[in-house]
């Protein structure tokens, strides 16, 4: 995958810079490699590892050089077209009252006639 758009993004590099870290101390607090940090400031989200460690280690990187977060996840889930939140599982569907009402009441009367009532 390509990098970012020069227009459309800062330079990750140049701001941890401007925050006075260096590449160490980035690996040291984050203990991500310097293999993923680079990656992530060139914006090659292809080279991470994937799945939730991607998001783990762009949440990481960005509190380390108090970069939002939000928007450092935004532009990877644009580039990459994965979302960084898996859609809601949606609840099973609930049976109708009145179908309740049918297991119910048939559960009961085979309970009467195993007791010979």
């Known amino acids: 995958m390509g990098g970012w758009k020069q227009?459309?993004?800062p330079d990750l590099s140049l701001l941890r810079r401007q925050r006075g870290l260096s590449l160490q101390e980035v690996v040291h607090r984050t203990r991500i490699s310097p293999f993923y940090i680079r990656a992530i400031e060139k914006g090659e989200f292809g080279k991470l590892p994937g799945g939730i460690y991607s998001i783990s280690y762009?949440?990481?990187y960005a509190r380390t050089i108090d970069f939002n977060e939000e928007e450092l996840l935004r532009l990877w889930e644009?580039?990459?077209g994965i979302p960084?939140?898996?859609p809601e599982p949606q609840?099973?569907?609930r049976k109708a009252l009145?179908?309740?009402l049918g297991?119910?009441?048939s559960l009961l009367i085979r309970r009467?006639?195993?007791d010979g009532r």
Do not use: F, G
């Open 112 to 114: 009467r006639l195993a």
């Open 58 to 60: 762009l949440r990481q």
């Open 7 to 9: 227009d459309a993004v």
């Open 84 to 86: 960084v939140r898996p």
């Open 103 to 105: 297991d119910w009441l």
């Open 78 to 80: 644009a580039q990459t």
């Open 98 to 100: 009145t179908e309740r």
């Open 91 to 93: 609840p099973a569907p």
